[in-house]
């Protein structure tokens, strides 16, 4: 909890915090490429195989890059457990550094508590209870942190 004792919800692209979503429409330049949105480049992390990746940044909308990188027909890097969490911190460090709308709001929120409220995911939101792990939340406020730094 928070000093304040404030929480601010996130998930939809209609919600009041829309953009602190991956799938919001603020690019990234990761790998010396662009790519439409961090969930583009998050997915398409998930796998080594080049072309596959390409196919997932080219893809238009980010439900699209998604729905890619929910297959099990190409194989997963073998390494993805250990590495998604890094590789989240990173795209949503260069999000919010590259991009001044999402920066300006994340240091608005003071010290609130960030909550993905995804209702599917216990891993990145807080999953149908509000008990999930809550990682994307937890990466908006340490970005929040480290931008406060700067």
């Known amino acids: 909890m928070n000093e304040d004792g404030l929480t601010i919800y996130f998930y939809a692209q209609t919600d009041l915090y829309a953009e602190f979503s991956n799938f919001a429409p603020f690019g990234i330049a990761m790998e010396g490429v662009w790519w439409r949105t961090v969930e583009h480049y998050f997915q398409a992390q998930k796998f080594h195989d080049a072309a596959y990746r390409e196919r997932i940044r080219q893809s238009i909308k980010p439900k699209d890059a998604k729905a890619l990188g929910m297959t099990r027909s190409i194989p997963l890097r073998s390494d993805r457990e250990e590495v998604k969490d890094r590789i989240m911190l990173d795209a949503?460090?260069?999000?919010?550094?590259?991009?001044e709308t999402p920066r300006v709001l994340l240091l608005s929120t003071g010290?609130?508590?960030?909550?993905e409220n995804a209702p599917m995911d216990s891993y990145w939101g807080c999953g149908p209870d509000g008990q999930g792990?809550?990682?994307l939340?937890?990466?908006?406020?340490?970005v929040r942190s480290e931008l406060r730094v700067e």
């Open 92 to 99: 949503v460090r260069v999000k919010f550094a590259t991009h």
């Open 137 to 142: 939340g937890k990466i908006l406020m340490q």
């Open 133 to 135: 792990w809550n990682k």
């Open 111 to 115: 010290t609130a508590q960030i909550v």
